[in-house]
DNA sequence: CAAAATGTTTGCGTTACCGCAAATCGTTCG
DNA sequence: CGAACGATTTGCGGTAACGCAAACATTTTG
């Protein structure tokens, strides 16, 4: 990747979009590059936080091991999307392992290298904080959905903000472009495999979801799903 | 309050603690008071964030009101904790409303303020973003309770926390100082008020906390309670 | 291309928890 | 102090969702 493909990148991040032109060169002047095949995890839970990531293709899947052995998925990351900074800045250990869910790339700065940075253009503390301010309120509102909706609302509800985060249009509707099996969506939404499985076949039965079982989930009638994560 | 009084404030404080005494007088000068009774809100929900406060004694329970017309508990403050400075930092509406649980005292500062003092002592930034990375994590845990342990345990690991929080020993065991409801325990665990009262009258049969009914919950036998919370 | 591994569907019995309702307790206030 | 209000308790029936298990489909692998 060379240093104009690494802007790109960092222009659709938190963390520099929107900053001037010599912040993101030196930015990306710093960056180190990593390639990850499906399945191979960027870090793992529990590892001391030396390094800042931003994705810069493909997508990450976010697990949380649980103490009892069950497993959480806190979020999907595409391009731009940061990870890592919350734990190095706050100097602990990364408190989740992410997974790539496709082939990925990332990006990656040393934390001394991230401080430099800071100390050199101080917009870049703003974007952090604003940044984490966002992942507190996607944490705020998924905490209130697990604690106040229906299994269905929130199932129809994470799929609608994935669309929103990743949704491709085709010709038979919108298209999540990365494999999400329904045990994702079971340990994102705190149910289980099986009461997705049957959710997503009754969607598939009313027209809502395509039947076809390619490895991309498509929405026919995303509409439909928005009154679904409505419904009281 | 005097002066004296708002630097040890500052000092318990995420925000202040552990900076240096010219950043805490320069804080506490720009800081305004301001008392509620319980019961009063410190602000609305959707309300514009144009306020940051710190809670110099008492305690808020912050209260987030769903679409449909829910409500979760989103978290206790007691003296140190900030509130209102999520939402100031990202220029949003205040996401919920605090709510006095007992008499309670505030120091309150603008944003303008903030950021005058922000700027004369860039700590103050790295404070902040720690002190949200932590707010981060919680959710985080909170998640993860909801979607995967049963509600018992949930109720045990809640209860736990707040004693650890805010928990005062006494000669029957640990109190919690301030008065915490049953169906405020509910919202916190996204349970229901019967549910909540089912389990704690089983905990007091058991003597596990205090039967008698004042306003302020005892736990005669804390550890009991983390076995439960870690109950398989 | 067969075989193995992985992911999905579906049936069925069980249960944790909800929701309603009514009784009881405790507190506030005229 | 008694009445009225709010909070809590408890019983009971119902159900959403779980958990196990077995069949089926899809993808990966040698």
Redesign the interface.
């Given at each position: 990747m060379d240093a104009n493909a690494k802007i790109t990148v960092l222009k659709r991040s938190n963390l520099f979009g929107g900053l001037p032109p010599e912040t993101l060169e030196a930015g990306a002047e710093a960056a180190k590059e990593r390639k990850l095949d499906k399945g191979d995890a960027l870090f793992q839970q529990g590892d001391d936080a030396t390094t800042h990531y931003i994705v810069a293709s493909g997508r990450l899947r976010l697990d949380?091991a649980?103490?009892?052995g069950?497993n959480?998925v806190?979020r999907f990351m595409g391009p731009g999307d940061l990870v890592g900074s919350?734990?190095v800045?706050?100097d602990?250990p990364y408190?989740?392992t992410p997974i790539a869910a496709d082939e990925t790339r990332v990006l990656s700065w040393t934390q001394a290298r991230m401080m430099d940075l800071m100390q050199a253009h101080?917009a870049l503390?703003?974007k952090?904080?604003?940044m984490?301010?966002?992942?507190?309120?996607e944490?705020?509102e998924?905490?209130?959905q697990?604690?106040?909706q229906q299994v269905e609302r929130r199932i129809a509800a994470t799929v609608l903000k994935i669309v929103g985060q990743s949704g491709r249009k085709t010709e038979a509707g919108v298209e999540i472009p990365f494999p999400l099996s329904r045990q994702d969506l079971a340990?994102m939404?705190?149910t289980t495999l099986h009461t997705v499985s049957r959710t997503l076949s009754a969607w598939i039965e009313e027209g809502i979801i395509e039947g076809r079982r390619s490895s991309h989930i498509v929405i026919k009638r995303p509409h439909r799903l928005v009154e679904i994560s409505?419904q009281?």
């Amino acid at each position: 990747m060379d240093a104009n493909a690494k802007i790109t990148v960092l222009k659709r991040s938190n963390l520099f979009g929107g900053l001037p032109p010599e912040t993101l060169e030196a930015g990306a002047e710093a960056a180190k590059e990593r390639k990850l095949d499906k399945g191979d995890a960027l870090f793992q839970q529990g590892d001391d936080a030396t390094t800042h990531y931003i994705v810069a293709s493909g997508r990450l899947r976010l697990d949380q091991a649980t103490p009892d052995g069950k497993n959480v998925v806190l979020r999907f990351m595409g391009p731009g999307d940061l990870v890592g900074s919350v734990a190095v800045m706050r100097d602990i250990p990364y408190p989740a392992t992410p997974i790539a869910a496709d082939e990925t790339r990332v990006l990656s700065w040393t934390q001394a290298r991230m401080m430099d940075l800071m100390q050199a253009h101080p917009a870049l503390a703003m974007k952090a904080i604003n940044m984490m301010g966002g992942r507190i309120e996607e944490l705020q509102e998924r905490l209130q959905q697990v604690a106040t909706q229906q299994v269905e609302r929130r199932i129809a509800a994470t799929v609608l903000k994935i669309v929103g985060q990743s949704g491709r249009k085709t010709e038979a509707g919108v298209e999540i472009p990365f494999p999400l099996s329904r045990q994702d969506l079971a340990e994102m939404t705190g149910t289980t495999l099986h009461t997705v499985s049957r959710t997503l076949s009754a969607w598939i039965e009313e027209g809502i979801i395509e039947g076809r079982r390619s490895s991309h989930i498509v929405i026919k009638r995303p509409h439909r799903l928005v009154e679904i994560s409505e419904q009281a």
